[in-house]
């Protein structure tokens, strides 16, 4: 098991245990050398994505990953953790229609969290 997937996974039940919204995993590997996946993850308040952003971090730390870079801890809008071979987008609904990361990145491939 790659380090990748465990990390994917345990972002994404993080993430799921604090009812985050539309939860996307995109294996972007062929696509682009920054990373192996994207997670994509939306809130409804900025309670709840800096909730999403901390409950990442405590179950990765747990883990022993710890991030390369974390940018809008506590934006109203946007949050990335930058984990080197995952990356979280964590958004607000409106700011992840605009950037609509699914649209920009659709030549990876979507994930189900089962088939990690």
Do not use: C
Not at 30 to 43: E, M
Not at 87 to 112: M, S
Request: charged share 30%.
């Amino acid at each position: 098991m790659s380090n990748a997937k465990e990390m994917v996974r345990l972002a994404v039940n993080a993430l799921e245990e604090k009812k985050g919204n539309d939860i996307t995993i995109l294996d972007i590997q062929g696509v682009s050398v920054i990373a192996d996946y994207f997670v994509i993850v939306s809130g409804d308040s900025e309670r709840q994505t800096d909730a999403l952003s901390d409950a990442v971090g405590e179950a990765l730390g747990r883990a022993g990953y710890l991030p390369r870079a974390v940018e809008g801890a506590h934006s109203k809008s946007w949050q990335l953790l930058d984990y080197n071979d995952v990356i979280i987008h964590i958004f607000n609904r409106e700011d992840r229609l605009f950037y609509d990361l699914e649209r920009i990145w659709r030549d990876g491939k979507r994930v189900n969290k089962d088939d990690l």
